[in-house]
Nanobody
Framework: QVQLVESGGGLVQPGGSLRLSCAAS????????IGWFRQAPGKEREEVSCLRVADDYKYYARSARGRFLISRDNTKNAVVLLINNLKPEDTGIYYC???????????????WGQGTQVTVSS
């Protein structure tokens, strides 16, 4: 099983950008699909975006379309989530996880890491 570690979160003003990284160890990501999820305070965890590495197939949740960009960083064996024009409602803990399907959504195995905190505030 691939081991994933999230990083890149922080405190950002509205309108700013963040680049979150999901770094893999133990294996390459060539045969994996990786999803990004987030959990806002007091809310359930929700899907954001996911990437099937083998063919670069990408899925974005409706809330993520237009401002979020998921991609693979080959140099670091990672999947990156770029978030532009950050809004206060983007605040939450962002998790990455292996997913077993990216068609119509990001369907994850129930295995989660520590996540990385994103706080959008002026």
């Amino acid at each position: 099983q691939v081991q994933l570690v999230e990083s890149g979160g922080g405190l950002v003003q509205p309108g700013g950008s963040l680049r979150l990284s999901c770094a893999a160890s133990g294996t390459t990501l060539d045969h994996y699909a990786i999803g990004w999820f987030r959990q806002a305070p007091g809310k359930e965890r929700e899907e954001v975006s996911c990437l099937r590495v083998a063919d670069d197939y990408k899925y974005y949740a409706r809330s993520a379309r237009g401002r979020f960009l998921i991609s693979r960083d080959n140099t670091k064996n990672a999947v990156v989530l770029l978030i532009n024009n950050l809004k206060p409602e983007d605040t939450g803990i962002y998790y990455c996880a292996p997913v077993y399907s990216v068609v119509g959504g990001c369907f994850a195995y129930d295995s989660w890491g520590q996540g990385t905190q994103v706080t959008v505030s002026s």
